[in-house]
């Protein structure tokens, strides 16, 4: 019903640039609000940055100031642009949509992951 396709993941030296993006498709009636979450291995998915449907952004406190969401609701797609990356921004990058769709009632949808390696 809904698919979520996250790209531009890979490996980069720490203080570095990625930016990641989340193209979405598929049969969706409402967009309450998109993120991007992260993991890692035998840690609990958390939230990195938001947009909500009016625009509102909000950020963890460790990416403030470095990461940036955005998104082209003409390409139906979410970015992440992240700056002055850190070893401890390592994980895997998970594109969320709480929205609807043929289904009544708001639910989460994600994205495959993609993997960000940070190196020293």
């Known amino acids: 019903q809904v698919q979520l396709v996250e790209s531009g993941g890979g490996s980069v030296q720490a203080g570095g640039s990625l930016r990641l993006s989340c193209a979405s498709s598929g049969r969706i009636r409402s967009i309450n609000a998109m993120g991007w979450y992260r993991q890692v291995p035998g840690k609990q998915r958390d939230l990195v940055a938001r947009i909500t449907f009016d625009g509102t952004t909000s950020y963890a406190d460790s990416v403030k100031g470095r990461f940036t969401i955005s998104r082209d609701n003409a390409k139906n797609t979410l970015y992440l642009e992240m700056n002055s990356l850190k070893p401890e921004d390592t994980a895997v990058y998970y594109c969320?949509?709480?929205?609807?769709?043929?289904?009544?009632?708001?639910?989460?949808?994600w994205g495959q992951g993609t993997q960000v390696t940070v190196s020293s």
């Open positions: 969320n949509m709480k929205g609807s769709s043929v289904a009544p009632g708001v639910s989460d949808y």
